[in-house]
């Protein structure tokens, strides 16, 4: 949520930064960027249906082996971090999620999966 939050703030593009944040297959992206995401995301969810023809699509789309690298090596470190907060029982400070609430839409505030937290 921080980083959709950052995207809402210092982005003329609200909508788009919605997206991004709940269902980036809704958002107005060009190939490469869409491409890096489907690849993150099966990363993330199924990482061991990962294939080098995955891969192979992310060089087909343009992007450089620096490119690829960064892509798994950010995919790997935001799992691991979420992976390590969790295991844990790190939980959002005190009053942090209702700060949060100031950029989120009222869409976006109705999705009960992500409204109800262990800060109750």
């Known amino acids: 949520m921080s980083h959709g ?52 699509k992310l060089r087909d789309l343009g992007m450089s082996e620096e490119q690829v690298l960064s892509t798994v090596l950010i995919t790997c470190n935001f799992n691991f971090m979420t992976r390590l907060a969790d295991g844990l029982g790190v939980e959002i400070q005190e009053g942090r999620f209702e700060d949060a609430k100031r950029w989120m839409s009222p869409e976006v505030q109705a999705m009960p999966w992500l409204m109800d937290h262990k800060e109750k």
């Not at 890096?36 to 891969?55: E, G, Y």
């Open 5 to 56: 939050g950052f995207l809402r703030q210092h982005s003329d593009d609200t909508e788009l930064a919605n997206h991004m944040m709940h269902d980036y297959t809704k958002a107005d992206l060009d190939d490469q960027t869409r491409g890096m995401l489907d690849f993150a995301l099966k990363l993330t969810l199924h990482p061991s249906s990962s294939t080098k023809a995955d891969l192979q």
